[in-house]
């Protein structure tokens, strides 16, 4: 059964912590033993009562004070064995927890962008904290209470049989009974309850969308359009959560109605086989405890189960996200290859997305270190594929990418982003201070590398006039700084990690004149002595290249320098004369 397995998965996390989970165990199997026997006990109290009056006054108390004796220790005992329980479930629950959103974070970080282009991260962030709830509340549940009662239904519950089997049998079908019904129920509101999981992710994906496009939600009037798509998912969401609810409240009211049914089932039958002598007064009143004891079990028991089948649906969502494969899977001996020399190849490299016609074929390209390497050509040529493959962001198809002879998929992940150095079209900036943007790709560098990395990128200046320096926060995605600014802060933060590849994607596509200027001061900074690939539109901005790949329909039309490439009268030659009617025919020309 799905619930079943499930549920052997969320124990089985626990495995690091098996030695007190073993120790639970052990407790919870006391704790049932001693509930079994309170109810036993009283019985025996009952029945010396009765015989009380055949016998001597010492005689009764000599027995009395027995039974009193072993009672207070299995009270006692019980009290002892609920703290431990309480304590380590407590604590083991919440370290599990937080160990498992760590591993759930460092494994979403590391899934490629082709898994985060196709999932929101509000989507992610809630399935991380509701499983993450989920978990915890199950793991503490299940040492403190159903633990437990699975005991007491498949061990102590037969035990019932040898005090008197007659009474046992209407405890029996009462296990039966609400075994029976909960099955049901599950099996009419499981797929409600995953469409109410699906609605409830919606709306954290919509919320997320909407409030990370707030600008664009204001200046298009998209207020009530927004508000209204929400609370439209919201009706969708109590539709299909209210039929689910109704059935479990249909199954509390039969369990407890079996409860009082079983009670006064227990009276009655009890009574009869008591005035023909098949059970004494004690018993029957021992088994108006077992029912009582069970009953209480039994509805936590249906509360456990109602509970997993609202918590399944994002539990499994929590598992699905870890079961996630990496579309660019690292082999076990992958090299942690050291600072590399820069010498980058492309050997026949062909490549399309997964279901997807072929975006690029026959790439084959060399990149000597220190050799500064421009990508143009018209949007969806596959520049920016070529370089997407050279961060091994995909793998290609055919062929393969090389970085001083090493095939990409022999090294390392981290060892080959710790060699490549991005600047993109976006800056991409955190929500921290400056310095701590600055840091991302090395950690440990000092103040004083930091400033000289800032003034060689031309930033120096204006962080210094921020309120608080390097200790700026500069707002989500550095809303509180300029493009130029943000932009010149990305070529410092790569001129810090110092990596002997580079690529520039767009770097100055979205800055004006003036600002593209003071920023190519920084990049030639940043591009002296390095292995650089430039995706370019603007072409003005590869004039220096040592060889400008012209990219057209998956493949590569010409290669060359700028001059040569404008004298052959090709395509580049095109696009230049494309570009330069363009800024002619342009306001104030």
């Excluded at 409030?211 to 200046?219: A, E, G, P, T, Y």
Aim: with cysteine.
């Amino acid at each position: 059964m799905k619930f079943i397995r499930l549920y052997a998965r969320v124990l089985g996390l626990l495995a690091a912590d098996r030695q007190v989970a073993i120790g639970l165990a052990l407790s919870a199997m006391a704790l049932a033993g001693l509930q079994f026997l309170e109810p036993v006990l009283f019985g025996r109290v009952i029945d010396l009562l009765s015989r009380s009056e055949r016998m001597t006054e010492s005689n009764v108390w000599a027995e009395a004070a027995v039974l009193l004796g072993i009672w207070a220790a299995v009270g006692l005992t019980a009290i002892g064995a609920n703290v431990a329980v309480a304590l380590l479930a407590d604590r083991m629950a919440h370290r599990n927890r937080l160990q498992m959103m760590s591993r759930y974070f460092e494994h979403v970080l590391g899934l490629p962008l082709a898994f985060h282009g196709d999932v929101q991260s509000g989507r992610l962030m809630k399935v991380m904290l509701v499983g993450a709830d989920n978990l915890f509340g199950m793991w503490l549940s299940f040492f403190r209470e159903h633990l437990i009662t699975f005991i007491g239904a498949i061990l102590l519950l037969p035990l019932t049989l040898f005090l008197n089997w007659r009474l046992a049998l209407v405890l029996i079908v009462l296990v039966i009974i609400t075994t029976t019904v909960t099955i049901f129920v599950i099996r009419r509101t499981q797929s409600a309850q995953m469409a109410v999981e699906r609605f409830h992710t919606q709306l954290a994906g919509n919320a997320q969308d909407a409030l990370s496009n707030v600008m664009v939600v204001q200046s298009f009037t998209r207020m009530r359009s927004e508000t209204r798509m929400f609370s439209d998912i919201m009706r969708q969401v109590l539709a299909h959560q209210f039929p689910v609810l109704n059935w479990w409240a249909v199954v509390n009211v039969l369990t407890r109605a079996a409860a009082t049914i079983s009670t006064i089932a227990i009276f009655v039958f009890g009574t009869i086989l008591h005035l023909r002598g098949q059970a004494s007064v004690g018993e029957i009143v021992s088994f108006m405890g077992f029912a009582t004891l069970l009953v209480a079990r039994l509805e936590g028991a249906v509360a456990f189960v109602s509970n997993l089948l609202f918590q399944s649906p994002s539990l499994l969502e929590f598992f699905q996200v870890l079961d996630t494969k990496s579309t660019v899977p690292e082999r076990a001996d992958a090299l942690d290859l050291p600072r590399a020399q820069g010498h980058v190849r492309f050997e026949n490299v062909g490549f399309a997305y997964p279901g997807g016609g072929r975006i690029l074929s026959g790439i084959d390209f060399e990149a000597l270190p220190g050799r500064t390497i421009a990508l143009v050509g018209q949007t969806g040529a596959g520049k920016s594929t070529a370089m997407a493959l050279m961060q091994r962001l995909w793998d290609p198809v055919e062929g393969r990418v090389t970085l001083d002879g090493l095939d990409l998929r022999d090294i390392s992940l981290e060892a080959l982003r710790r060699n490549v150095g991005v600047v993109f079209q976006e800056s991409m900036l955190f929500n921290r201070t400056i310095r701590d943007n600055l840091l991302v790709g090395r950690p440990g560098a000092t103040q004083e590398e930091v400033e000289a990395a800032c003034r060689m990128a031309e930033a120096h200046d204006f962080i210094t006039r921020q309120p608080h320096g390097y200790d700026t926060l500069v707002g989500e995605r550095g809303a509180s700084l300029s493009g130029g600014q943000r932009q010149r802060l990305a070529i410092a933060r790569a001129l810090l990690k110092d990596p002997p590849v580079l690529i520039l994607d767009e770097a100055t596509s979205a800055l004006d004149a003036a600002t593209e200027a003071r920023v190519q001061k920084a990049l030639k900074a940043l591009m002296e002595g390095r292995t650089t690939f430039i995706i370019a539109h603007r072409l003005s901005t590869v004039r220096d290249a040592d060889e400008i790949l012209v990219f057209e329909a998956g493949g590569i039309a010409e290669r060359g320098g700028f001059q040569e490439l404008v004298a052959r009268d090709g395509r580049f030659a095109a696009l230049v004369k494309t570009q330069l009617m363009g800024s002619l025919s342009a306001p104030g020309h």
